[in-house]
């Protein structure tokens, strides 16, 4: 008998979602307000069949973010026993609103410059980062569930609170959004006067800009979610612009360089891929069979800045304890152990190999 998911809004990452599982032989069916969507939705092999599914183990609510929550409590009620996640970019106000166990609130940082279902991609995620928001009302099984199917897309987890979240994705992808957008149409504005100005846009330009193609439908509801994380980060770009504009007009050229330096360092030093299992660590850490226990373990990982490569947790068929097992970088497990035992926790680490 194969898996049974569905998705709630069957555009760009829904989409994807849905096809990226049907190749996994999971029987996929959809729900959108556009029927026409469906119908191509169904067409394009995104999803086997339309409407609500009550036998679902998982959801995708892949909605504007206005419209999240109730999509969420309604594909809760409809499958009773299945668990429920969403891809929107803002989490701390759906997060407010649903507190429902099953919940998992999640965000793929993935997408693509076509717009809608024709730009859906099975491998749209493989290696992007997903984050997923649990929050101590999360059942731990529930984290669970959701986590191995994310990651059978190709993704990998970062687990976050919902406001670190936004605090993170305002610095990451909504300010770098507006940067682009407005950047653009400096560029724009200056064309109707010289019209050399587009044409000589190559290169860097091109690449900072890439993003201001997306859709600009979505970033309105966007904004108004997140508005006090992306203003903190807009004026913290102000003012760090501002140190530029004063470091170039004065001639403060080794302030400049140090400045460009950092920076190159940084965007070289981006985490890229996997380590071998030879660089791997396992972190058994005791629990107590109780809510929440998984999603604080794997937030503090991301806090201390630990990727947990795989996690597994086993229940004891004797009381209320259990186990969560946890692969990461031989490097970082003695800091992901202190940082474990000053939350009480008794992590004890075993060589993979």
Request: overall charge negative; aromatic content about 4%.
């Amino acid at each position: 008998m194969s898996h049974r998911a569905m998705i709630a809004g069957v555009g760009l990452i829904g989409g994807s979602i849905g096809m990226a599982l049907r190749e996994q032989g999971w029987h996929v069916s959809g729900v959108d307000e556009d029927e026409k969507r469906l119908t191509e939705a169904k067409e394009l092999g995104a999803i086997d069949s339309t409407g609500w599914d009550e036998e679902a183990e998982i959801t995708f609510v892949a909605a504007p973010v206005r419209d999240i929550p109730d999509l969420v409590k309604e594909a809760l009620a409809v499958a009773p026993k299945g668990f429920v996640t969403d891809v929107g970019s803002v989490k701390a106000s759906i997060s407010k609103e649903i507190k429902d166990p099953r919940f998992v609130g999640g965000h793929p940082m993935a997408g693509s410059e076509q717009e809608g279902l024709l730009g859906a991609d099975s491998t749209m995620f493989s290696d992007a980062n997903w984050v997923l928001t649990p929050t101590e009302d999360t059942d731990d099984e529930a984290f669970k569930r959701v986590r191995e199917v994310v990651i059978s897309l190709g993704a990998e987890i970062v687990t976050l609170s919902p406001s670190r979240h936004d605090s993170l994705v305002a610095m990451v992808s909504h300010v770098p959004h507006l940067a682009a957008a407005t950047l653009m149409g400096l560029a724009a504005n200056r064309s109707e006067e010289h019209f050399a100005v587009l044409r000589l846009a190559a290169g860097g330009f091109r690449d900072m800009t890439r993003i201001a193609a997306g859709n600009p439908t979505i970033w309105p509801d966007i904004c108004a979610e997140n508005h006090e994380a992306i203003t903190e980060v807009i004026d913290e770009f102000i003012s760090a612009l501002t140190e530029v504009r004063n470091e170039v007009n004065g001639g403060d050229n080794e302030s400049l360089l140090k400045r460009l330096e950092t920076s190159r360092d940084a965007r070289i030093n981006l985490p890229t891929g996997a380590p071998r299992p030879s660089e791997l660590i396992e972190v058994r850490v005791p629990i107590m069979d109780k809510p929440g226990e998984l999603a604080t373990i794997a937030s503090l990982a991301t806090e201390l800045d630990v990727n947990i490569f795989d996690l597994e947790m086993t229940h004891s068929s004797e009381g209320d304890r259990g186990v969560v097992v946890l692969l990461v970088e031989k490097n970082l497990a003695e800091r992901l152990s202190g940082g474990l035992m000053t939350h009480g926790y008794r992590p004890a680490l075993r060589p993979l190999l």
